[in-house]
Structure formats: C-alpha cells, structure tokens
C-alpha cells in the first residue's frame, strides 16, 4: 500500500499529452530516488493513486527483467508502476517476429535467456553455452584453455543470427565467438573458406558509448562493445557489419514502441482524447534529447510527407502516429551538468565536439540541443503543466 499526502483534485479534461521519463539520473541515481522525483509523482498522480497523464519510463537499462524493474521503480516512488510502462533497450525486439523462432545466439549478462524469451525468442543459445561446446574457440585466457584437444562435434544446430542484448563480462570471448558465428555463416566448429556476405541477421540494443556511474569519470557503454564488433569485423571481412534492428535511445523505433504504449495506457484509462504531444525527460544530451528531437523529426515529416523508412531502425510500425510532436526537456540531475557540459560544448580552437553517437547515426549537433533545460524533473512537470494549461496546485 503506497502512502502519499496528494495536491488537491481538479476537474481536469483528458490529457492530450505524454510523459517519456527516463529512469537513471532523472528518477534515481544509482539505489536512491531523486528527491524531485518525489515531488513529481504528486503532482501526476491524483488521490486515487492513478496517474493524470499517460507516463511511460524509457531506459537503455537491459539487465533486468522488465517486471524487475517496474517492481523497482515501484518502490522508490511509492507509486504502481506496470510491466507494460517500462521501456528496456531491448523491449522493441518483440516487433521481430520474423526471428522469434530462429536459433539465435544471445550476448549480454543477467537474465540473458529470460529477457531474450520475454521478448518472444523461442530459441536461443548464450554464449557460455557455445563456449562449452566448442571450447577451441575462447583461447585468450590461458587459464581455461584445455589441456587436451576434444573431439570435434557435429551435432550442434547450426545459429540463424545474434541478439546483442547488453554489454557482457568477458568481451574478449563474446567478440570471439559472435565473429565466428557471423564467419561461418552459424556452424563455428566447421568454418568456411569465404565468410558470408550478407552475414547472418544481427538484432543490438543500447548504443550508449559511455554512462556514468560512482566513478569520476564515464564508464564504457555496450556502444563501445558494439564499435569493437563492428571494427572488428571491417578489419577481418573489408565488410561493414549491418544490423536488422538496432534499438533503445536514440533510436525512432524505441520512441514509437514508447508511443504505442502511450497510446494503449490512454485508451486503458478512458481517455478519447488522442495523445498529441509527447515530453521526453532525460539527463544525457547523446541518448535523451538527441533521440527526442529525431523522433520530433520524423514526426514532423510523417505529418507532411508520410512515414519515412527506418532502414536499419527496424520494422516499419504497424498504425501510423497520431503524435505530432516530442519535446525534449534536459534535466541536470544526472549526466549533463550546466556548469560542466563537457562533450556538449565546443572543444577549444572552435572545432566540433566528439561524437559519441552510433555509427549509424548521422552527426547533426542541433539534435543534442534541448528544447527546454530544468534543474530536476518536477520542474519538468510544472513546465509541462504551465504549458498545457494544467494546474499546479
């Protein structure tokens, strides 16, 4: 039983507008919640418990299962937080049927086999599983290499492609073994004279390149892991690597799969009214406000011109946006300091700053420009509030 002391009630039509929040560095750092995050869960939630807006909390987060981390965020604040209300960086792989019954070996850490099945993979083999049964393979480590030289097996089922879920442990094995995967077209202990190009389906989530944590200084992302296999694989083939789907933030599929949910949860609740503006909260310029601003992008092309294609974004999604426009609001409780904007700001001697964005991504430094910047995230809400003519108190 959750326990709040509410804002009065008011009599409030159907909201047409959303909230996209992101979880680390806008709602909590680390165990803790953000104490601003408190106070905007009484303004968005009424007497009754139940929030006044449809509210979707969107995270490149991938180790933990999805009910987790709503029972997670549950309880830091004090308010019921549905599975289907939180976005991971993998949670739009569900729209890839087409690879749902495929055998597909999947790299990451955590619940790697339970997320993969949540998501609808019927079929998947971990990394350590193909390491165990071809233990060849993983000879960096000369503490597990084998002493003796095994038989050689065929009975193993040849994989149909790879799912990136997150970054892993042991880089050096997983990149290992996703590149003889991808060389030998799915058969790692046969081999072939000439690696297969296309290469097999490739599905990644999480493009951060770095995140922060307790250290002082950024910690690698899996986009790191990613600009690794993708070097890699350039290096060796003279081929670039592609990808079937790459998602979470800043990808447009992760923003329509958060407006789809959007959509439901209104339609859930009662609201007729459609959802026509969405408010996207974030603390990293890279990832939240330059995914926000893409998604503005699109949205404003599909309202004039029709859906573009996503091409390596993913599938094309099913019902067309009834969205017109996503804001993008910076907040400074997490990543992006004002008094330290680090890679935001131009480098000394007038050049660009670094982009840390993914390979796939065009380099456009007006994407990471906030539409607005707030101190927390219930300045976000009153913001928010002010503009869509809603009370405050």
Known sequence: MYAWFFLPSFSQSPPTFGFLLDIDGVLVRGHRVIPAALKAFRRLVNSQGQLRVPVVFVTNAGNILQHSKAQELSALLGCEVDADQVILSHSPMKLFSEYHEKRMLVSGQGPVVENAQGLGFRNVVTVDELRMAFPLLDMVDLERRLKTTP?????????????????????????????????????????????????????????????????????????????????????????????????????????????????????????????????????????????????????????????????????????????????????????????????????????????????????????????????DVNEAVQLVFRKEGWALE
């Open 151 to 375: 038989l050689p097996r065929n009975d193993f089922p040849r994989i149909e492609g790879v799912l990136l879920l997150g970054e892993p442990v042991r880089w050096e094995t997983s990149l290992q073994l996703i590149m003889d995967v991808l060389l030998s077209n799915g058969s790692p202990g046969a081999g072939l004279a000439t690696p297969p190009y296309p290469h097999l389906p490739v599905l990644a989530s999480n493009m951060d390149l770095l995140w922060m944590a307790e250290a002082k200084m950024p910690r690698f992302g899996h986009g790191t892991f990613l600009l690794c296999l993708e070097t890699i694989y350039q290096k060796v083939t003279g081929k670039e690597l592609r990808y079937e789907g790459l998602m979470g933030k800043p990808s447009i599929l992760t923003y329509q799969y958060a407006e789809d949910l959007i959509r439901r949860q209104a339609e859930r609740r009662g609201w007729a009214a459609p959802i026509r503006k969405l408010y996207a909260v974030g603390d990293n310029p890279m990832s939240d406000v330059y995914g926000a601003n893409l998604f503005h992008q699109y949205l404003q092309k599909a309202t004039h011109d029709g859906a573009p294609e996503l091409g390596a974004g993913g599938p094309r999604q099913q019902q067309p946006s009834a969205s017109q426009s996503c804001i993008s609001i910076l907040v400074c409780t997490g990543v992006y300091n004002p008094r330290n904007p680090q890679s935001t700001e131009p480098v000394l001697g007038g050049g660009e700053p670094p982009f840390h964005g993914h390979r796939d991504l065009c380099f456009s430094p007006g994407l990471m420009e906030a539409s607005h910047v707030v101190n």
